[in-house]
């Protein structure tokens, strides 16, 4: 059983940066799949960031690729995700997902309460 909770959303300008933050719970954290996703309203959840546990290997769409950083830190049980250049087609509710046996998250098992980024014009 893993518990998610999301920290970091806000309100931000056009051109600025942001920084989730998702906190796990669970000793096993290192071995589940970590990933990012956001839903914007009226639309439907998409993928924004995986990160391969085994390999650290990133994945991203190509509407966020250059501009968003997932990266992990299993000492301490989190994952982040760094947002730079963001846009205001950015803002959504973006959660925090995890996936067990399995090196890439796809679809999740577990998912955090979300947290809201509003990115203004």
């Known amino acids: 059983q893993v518990q998610l909770v999301e920290s970091g959303g806000g309100l931000v300008q056009a051109g600025g940066s942001l920084r989730l933050s998702c906190q796990a719970s669970g000793r096993t954290f290192s071995s589940y799949a970590m990933g990012w996703f956001r839903q914007a309203p009226g639309k439907d959840r998409e993928f924004v960031a995986a990160?391969?546990?085994?390999?650290?290997?990133?994945y991203y769409p190509d509407s966020v690729k250059g501009r968003f950083t997932i990266s992990r830190d299993n000492a301490k049980n989190t994952m982040y995700l760094q947002m730079n250049s963001l846009k205001p087609e950015d803002t959504a509710v973006y959660y925090c997902?995890?996936?067990?046996?399995?090196?890439?998250?796809?679809?999740?098992?577990?998912w955090g309460q979300g947290t809201q980024v509003t990115v203004s014009s």
């Open positions: 990160i391969n546990w085994r390999t650290g290997n990133t």
């Open positions: 997902a995890a996936q067990g046996d399995t090196s890439v998250v796809v679809t999740p098992d577990y």
